[in-house]
């Protein structure tokens, strides 16, 4: 193979790789938003949760029975909300885009595990009183 053929096949692959990044980097938040996700409206109070930084904040909830918790997603890449398994009564959201959030109401006391499942190492608790 010819120097010049080699940088061919180099420049075809990289062409092919760039378009390939470019491509997914286009598509990426054209997903439309998942059931019980609706617009970013952070309101403060012990029923919200912002998921910022890679990071659910506060990472501990405490709220009474019959509460509803909102988990907003402010990060530019994808999140989840799942409990884990043994909690009280599971929950999971699909992917979160950046702004769209996931509602839950807790109607049993007990705590309740949680983590983004495209990210495990971010976790959290909401712990329910009655």
Do not use: E
């Not at 530019?76 to 909690?87: F, L």
């Not at 109401?105 to 009183?129: A, E, L, N, Q, R």
């Amino acid at each position: 193979m010819t120097s010049i053929s080699r940088f061919r096949t180099v420049f075809v692959l990289l062409s092919l790789l760039a378009l390939a990044v470019a491509i997914t980097g286009c598509t990426a938040n054209q997903n439309p938003a998942p059931q019980g996700a609706g617009p970013a409206t952070p309101a403060a109070g012990p029923g919200s949760v912002s998921i910022n930084n890679f990071a659910f904040s506060p990472r501990q909830v405490t709220v009474s029975q019959g509460t509803t918790v909102t988990w907003t997603n402010q990060d530019s890449v994808a999140h989840t909300v799942v409990s884990d398994a043994g909690v009280p009564d599971a929950f999971s959201s699909d992917p979160l885009s950046q702004g769209s959030s996931f509602t839950f109401t807790f109607t049993k006391p007990g705590t309740y595990t949680y983590h983004c499942s495209i990210h495990p190492s971010m976790t959290g608790t909401v712990t329910v009183t009655s």
